[in-house]
Every structure is written in structure tokens, then in C-alpha cells.
């Protein structure tokens, strides 16, 4: 498996602005600091970070990762329209021109929490492609789903969903994030086999969805729930996982860095 990693951290509604701002200075000096580890070599080591902060703390971040290659920027969510009467929603184009790369698309505490469905992570995936951001879509199934035996028909349910009828193009590219959801910050991940299977699975629908060309070469599937420093590199090496989307341990900039190290 050839593709660039990816690694995301998704800091989630945990840090205010200042939070933001020192986190990211940290995580940018350690990099530069370690040994074998300079920003400037991540491009040849086939490795993309990419930091996800909140709406308000965006613009300061972006600020600090401008000038430093190697390091992105994502943003949590996006709205599908670009612009108009949608009270308290925020475009994709200005993610876009904030400095953003990517967006997370459909995270299950959204899906929980704001009822987002299926089809309004459709629109937003054709939104986020039309303002040239990488969407990262989140799909995983709930413990209850995985009782019932239904789990991998909720996975390809959601990914027809998000998917149908979007083709992507030669620049285009999209994250797949399979997180199952009772997993997520519960401390203990999935175990690798689990997470091959799953990943196969997503693969097999998307070589069913487009040119497998465009498979190899614009579509990334990742693993996220309950990753650390210490269970990353299992996943990673994993012959499917194209790298790991990180909540709780992407709060702090040692074990951050650490992940990042354990990749390369
Ligand atoms: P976690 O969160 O790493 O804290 O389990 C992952 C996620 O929700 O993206």
C-alpha cells in the first residue's frame, strides 16, 4: 500500500481559543524538534497531518500552520449550501478560504446529536467537493446495530447514501472514516482484524462505485475510535487502513506527536 497517510486529529468541542493556539504551536515545535522528524521531510515520508478545530478557532490556527508545509487544516462540519438564509450554518467556501483542506462530514455525534442523516451527509459531501475541500466522511455502526447483526449492511447503507450519484474527478478526493461508534472514546479500540474487515468491506463498495483507478488513487479509508500511540501502528499497517482519524489522544501535543512518530 503505497498511499500518503493520513492522520487527523479531531479536537472536537474540547478546546477554547487559546487552547487551540498553544496546542498547535506545541505540536509544531515537537515536530521540528524531533530527531528525523522535520516538517519540511513529511512530504517525502508520505505522511499528511491534519488538525480539526473548531469554527471560532480556525482562522487563529490556520494563521500558525501557513507557513509550514506538511501540516493541514480541517474543519468539524460544513452546511451544503454556500451561502444564503441559513441561520447559523457555515459555507464550505469559507472553510476553503480560511485555509482549510479538509472537512469532517457526518461524525456520529453529529449523526446522535443533531440528527444529521444520511442524506444531509449526501449534500454536504457535493458541497464540500464543489468548494474544493476533501470531505472526511464518518461512517460506524452502533453497539445496538452491531448486536442486531446488521452492521455491515449500516456501513454500505451509509456510504451508498453518501455517495450516490457523486463522481469524482481526477483532482477530487475523499476520506473514508470507519469508526464504529461504541468504540469512540471508550478507551479500547477495535482490534485490527476487525477494522481489515470492515475497511475491505468499504473498499469492495467503492470499487463498485467508480474506476478502480480512482480508488487507488483518490479515495482513503481510515480507522478511527479509541487510537493511541501505543495501538496506531497496528492499524496502520493494516494492507486497507490509509491512516487513523484521533479524538481524545490528539488533545495533547506529547501523545500526538508520538502517533505521528509511530507512522513514520
Ligand atoms: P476517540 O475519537 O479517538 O476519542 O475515540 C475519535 C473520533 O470520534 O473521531
Redesign the pocket.
Known sequence: NMKRKIIIA?WKMNLGFKESKTLSEKILKKLKTRPNFFLRNLKIKKLDIILCPSFTNLSEVSRILKSKSGIFLGAQDCFWEDHGEFTGEISPVWLKNLGCRYVILG?S?RRKNLKETNNMVHQKVKAALKAELIPIICIGETLEERRRGIKDYVILDQLSSALTGIDLDLKQKIIIAY?PVW????GRAITPNEAEYMNKIILQRMIDFYPLERVKKNISIIY????SADNVKSFVDLETTDGV?????SLKAAEFVKICQAII
Open positions: 479531531n461524525h455525534e469508526e468504540v469512540i472514546g471508550s478511527g475510535g479509541s487510537v482519524l484521533v479524538g481524545g489522544s
